[in-house]
């Protein structure tokens, strides 16, 4: 099995910074795509930013410009780097992958337990 692990978020005001990881761990054969999504109370789990192996990315058009993802191949590791915060960013952010482990022969999508960013106005 693969194990998705955030950390970073917490409380900061708009226009600040926080930093994302999520280490993945396990057994790990190969990890394809990774990537960031968020939940706010009330609303859908919506995709931020996605990452590939090879390290081309893709952002929501609210993020652009503000948040950068990056990933540590060697450490199983993505982050997400966010600026300029907004209040209407405030959700549980998830980190997802997609990873195969040694003891299976197909891909399979794999979810952190979330982290809470709250951006004060």
């Known amino acids: 099995q693969v194990q998705l692990v955030e950390s970073g978020g917490g409380l900061v005001q708009a226009g600040g910074s926080l930093r994302l990881s999520c280490a993945a761990s396990g057994s790990i054969f190969s990890i394809n795509g990774m990537g960031w999504y968020r939940q706010a109370p009330g609303k859908q789990r919506e995709l931020v930013a996605t990452?590939?192996?090879?390290?081309?990315?893709g952002y929501a058009d609210s993020v652009k410009g503000r948040f950068t993802i990056s990933r540590d191949n060697a450490k199983n590791t993505v982050y997400l780097q966010m600026n300029s915060l907004k209040p209407e960013d405030t959700a549980v952010y998830y980190c997802n992958a997609d990873a195969k482990s040694r003891y299976s022969s197909n891909f399979r999508n794999y979810w952190g337990q979330g982290t809470q960013v709250t951006v004060s106005s």
């Open positions: 990452i590939l192996s090879g390290g081309s990315t």
